[in-house]
C-alpha cells in the first residue's frame, strides 16, 4: 500500500502509547483515522489532536477482548468512512509474575486482549477489505517477546508469539489479495504499557497497584513517534516484521541457534 491520502486507519489501543503514535502518523499522512480504546477519554483526547492535523477522526469506545464489541468498531468505521484501508490491532497489556505464580484470571486477561483482540479484529474487518478490493494492510502489535521469549511474562510470550503467527498466516493466505500484513516486534518504548493494569476488568481480578510502576520502562526506551514512522514504511515497503532495537537482532539469533543445531544433529 503506497497511497495514504483520504484512506481510512483504525488503530486500537489508539488513546495511549504506540497506538496514539500511529494515529497521529496515518493523520500525518492524510489519513481519517478511528481511535478505539477501552479509555473512552483517552481515545476522545486522541481523535480531538488527529482532528487538529486536518483530518477526521471518530473516537470508539472498545474492549477488544468482546467479539461483538470489535464487530460494533468494524461496522461503525465502514459506515463513517466507506472504508478501511488500514487496520492496527495494537492493544495490549502485560501482567508480571514468573509462570508459577500465575492465576487464571491473569492469563485470561492478556491471552484475551492481546491475541483474542487481534484475532477479533481480524474476524471483525477482514472480509470487508479483501472485498474492497483495494490496497489495503493489517499491522498487529507483538513485541521482540513475540520472536524471543523473556523470563518473568509468560502469558505475553504465548499471546505475543501467537500475534507473530498470526501474522505469517495473513500473508501466507492473503498473496493473492490486495491485503497485506506486518507485525511489529518493538523493544522499549515509552508509554503507558507498565500501567497497563489500570484497564484490568473486575471479572479479571480488577486493577491493581499500577501507580507504582509509573515511570519505570524497558531498557532503552524509544518514542512511539519513531515507532509509527517505522511503521509507514514498512507498509509502504510491505515488510514482513518491524523492529526497533537493532541490538535485539543477537536475542534473535540466540533464539534460533538451538532450533538449528536440533537439525544438525539429526
Ligand atoms: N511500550 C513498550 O515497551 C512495548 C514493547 C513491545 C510491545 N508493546 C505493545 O505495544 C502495544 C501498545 O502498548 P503501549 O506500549 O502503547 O501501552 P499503553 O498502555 O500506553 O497503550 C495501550 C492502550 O491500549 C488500551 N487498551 C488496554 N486494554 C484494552 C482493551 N481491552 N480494549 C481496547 N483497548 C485497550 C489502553 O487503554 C491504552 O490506551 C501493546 O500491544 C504492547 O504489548 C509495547
Same mark, same amino acid.
Request: aromatic fraction near 4%; glycine fraction near 42%; proline fraction near 8%.
Given at each position: 500500500m503506497r497511497e495514504f491520502r483520504g484512506r481510512t486507519a483504525v488503530v486500537t489501543?489508539?488513546?495511549?502509547?504506540i497506538g496514539r503514535g500511529l494515529a497521529l502518523a496515518f493523520a500525518g499522512e492524510g489519513m481519517n483515522v478511528a481511535i478505539a480504546d477501552v479509555e473512552r477519554d483517552a481515545a476522545e483526547d486522541a481523535a480531538r489532536e488527529v482532528e487538529g492535523l486536518g483530518v477526521r477522526a471518530i473516537a470508539v469506545e472498545t474492549d477488544v477482548a468482546d467479539r461483538a464489541s470489535v464487530h460494533r468498531l468494524a461496522d461503525r468505521a465502514f459506515d463513517e468512512? /466507506? *472504508? =478501511?484501508?488500514v487496520l492496527c490491532n495494537n492493544a495490549g497489556v502485560v501482567t508480571f509474575s514468573p509462570i508459577h505464580e500465575l492465576d487464571e484470571a491473569d492469563w485470561d486477561w492478556v491471552m484475551g486482549v492481546n491475541l483474542q483482540g487481534a484475532l477479533h479484529g481480524v474476524q471483525a474487518f477482514l472480509k470487508r477489505m479483501v472485498a474492497q478490493d483495494e490496497p489495503c494492510h493489517i499491522v498487529n502489535t507483538a513485541s521482540i517477546a513475540g520472536l524471543v521469549s523473556h523470563p518473568g511474562i509468560a502469558s505475553y510470550n504465548v499471546s505475543k508469539f501467537g500475534v507473530v503467527a498470526l501474522t505469517e498466516s495473513l500473508r501466507l493466505d492473503l498473496a493473492d489479495t490486495q491485503v497485506s500484513a506486518s507485525v511489529l516486534c518493538p /523493544? *522499549? =518504548?515509552?508509554?503507558r504499557i507498565m500501567e497497563?493494569?489500570?484497564?484490568?476488568?473486575a471479572a479479571l481480578?480488577?486493577?491493581?497497584?499500577f501507580a507504582v510502576r509509573a515511570g519505570t520502562q524497558a531498557p532503552a526506551p524509544i518514542d512511539p513517534a519513531e515507532v509509527a514512522a517505522r511503521v509507514l514504511a514498512a507498509i509502504r515497503a510491505d515488510a514482513p516484521y518491524v523492529v526497533t532495537h537493532k541490538e535485539q537482532k543477537a536475542m534473535v539469533e540466540g533464539r534460533f541457534g538451538p532450533i538449528l543445531a536440533a537439525f544438525d544433529a539429526l
Open positions: 489501543g489508539g488513546g495511549s502509547g468512512f /466507506g *472504508g =478501511v484501508h /523493544g *522499549g =518504548v515509552r508509554t497497563s493494569d489500570r484497564n484490568r476488568p481480578g480488577g486493577p491493581g497497584d
